[in-house]
Antibody, heavy 117, light 107 residues
Framework: QVQLVQSGAEVKKPGASVKVSCKAS????????ISWVRQAPGQGLEWMGW????????NYAQKLQGRVTMTTDTSTSTAYMELRSLRSDDTAVYYC??????????WGQGTLVTVSS | SYVLTQPPSVSVAPGQTARITCGGN??????VHWYQQKPGQAPVLVVY???DRPSGIPERFSGSNSGNTATLTISRVEAGDEADYYC??????????FGGGTQLTVL
């Protein structure tokens, strides 16, 4: 079955960087894109960006431009999301999701990133 | 950017029908997708392209979209349907957008 498995929880200090991984299985990795979506505690869903697993093209949310980088490793069917210059309001659960046409399915289990001094 | 508006909460008794709305300017011209998120879990796609269901999603879940409102309808509501529900669209002039979410309470 199609599955996305993410790396474990992280605790970071303000100003640091975090890199979250998302390993795909059960489908041809390069046939779909991967999107990243985050959810702050008690809040809704926020789209962060998208990467094509076919050619590496990216599209980032404007508010994160310059701080986020999304990459893929097709040899291991793994996507990565790096967020730099972390602030307290970056504390959230970060999800990867397979991007099909215009929707997301399935989603990874989520990775909690806590930014605290 | 495009804005989607959902009611914060909807309550329904077991066995009844729940309707969760998603408002947006001329949303009827866009494809709307719906996600269910239970506490502590990742979102799950329950309806895509306005009214299609992924495999494994019960027929009790259905969707419609017209004018300025899209609606997720859950028939014969069960206790296990209690969750947050999010609508989402992709707008060609914008990035993917999510509604603020609706908490469904089964009384």
């Amino acid at each position: 079955q199609v599955q996305l498995v993410q790396s474990g929880a992280e605790v970071k200090k303000p100003g640091a960087s975090v890199k979250v991984s998302c390993k795909a299985s059960g489908y041809t990795f390069t046939s779909y894109g991967i999107s990243w979506v985050r959810q702050a505690p008690g809040q809704g869903l926020e789209w962060m960006g998208w990467i094509s697993a076919y050619n590496g093209n990216t599209n980032y949310a404007q508010k994160l431009q310059g701080r986020v980088t999304m990459t893929t490793d097709t040899s291991t069917s793994t996507a990565y999301m790096e967020l730099r210059s972390l602030r307290s309001d970056d504390t959230a659960v970060y999800y990867c999701a397979r991007y099909i046409l215009h929707w997301f399915d399935p989603w990874g289990q989520g990775t909690l990133v806590t930014v605290s001094s | 950017s495009y804005v989607l508006t959902q009611p914060p909460s909807v309550s329904v008794a077991p066995g009844q029908t729940a309707r969760i709305t998603c408002g947006g300017n001329n949303i009827g011209s866009k494809s709307v997708h719906w996600y269910q998120q239970k506490p502590g879990q990742a979102p799950v796609l329950v309806v895509y392209d306005d009214s299609d269901r992924p495999s494994g999603i019960p027929e009790r879940f259905s969707g419609s979209n017209s004018g300025n409102t899209a609606t997720l309808t859950i028939s014969r509501v069960e206790a296990g349907d209690e969750a947050d529900y999010y609508c989402q669209v992709w707008d060609s002039s914008s990035d993917p957008v999510f509604g603020g979410g609706t908490q469904l309470t089964v009384l």
